[in-house]
Nanobody, 115 residues
Framework: QVQLVESGGGLVQPGGSLRLSCVAS????????MGWYRQAPGKQRELVAT???????TDADSVKGRFTISRDNAKNTVYLQMNSLKPEDTAVYYC?????????WGQGTQVTVSS
C-alpha cells in the first residue's frame, strides 16, 4: 500500500512561485509514474503534470512554460515547481502515483493565488 504526503502549498501573490513536494512511502520499488492533479472549487479534477521513473513528462497546456515537474527516484518523491502563478491556478493540488496498475492519491494541499 502506497501512502502519499504532499507539502508546500500556501498563499502567494500573482506572479509568485511555490514548490510542492510529495513523498511516497510503502513501496520497496521505484514508483512507475507520479504526478500532480488539481481541483478548483466547482470544477472537476484535472491533470497538471506527470513524470515516469525514466523521466518522461506530460504537462497540461495551461501550465506549460510555468510549471516544472521533477522527481527523485531514490526517495520516491515528486516535485512541482510553479512559477508565474495566476489566480486561476488556485486549487487543491493532489499528488498521485501509479504502481502495478494501482492508482494512489494524496490528501491534497491548498494553493491560493491572490493579491
Amino acid at each position: 500500500q502506497v501512502q502519499l504526503v504532499e507539502s508546500g502549498g500556501g498563499l502567494v501573490q500573482p506572479g509568485g512561485s511555490l514548490r510542492l513536494s510529495c513523498v511516497a512511502s510503502g513501496s520497496r520499488f521505484v514508483i512507475h509514474t507520479m504526478g500532480w492533479y488539481r481541483q478548483a472549487p466547482g470544477k472537476q479534477r484535472e491533470l497538471v503534470a506527470t513524470i515516469t521513473s525514466g523521466g518522461t513528462t506530460t504537462d497540461a497546456d495551461s501550465v506549460k512554460g510555468r510549471f516544472t515537474i521533477s522527481r527523485d527516484n531514490a526517495k520516491n518523491t515528486v516535485y512541482l515547481q510553479m512559477n508565474s502563478l495566476k489566480p486561476e491556478d488556485t486549487a487543491v493540488y493532489y499528488c498521485n502515483a501509479l504502481q502495478w496498475g494501482q492508482l494512489y492519491w494524496g490528501q491534497g494541499t491548498q494553493v491560493t493565488v491572490s493579491s
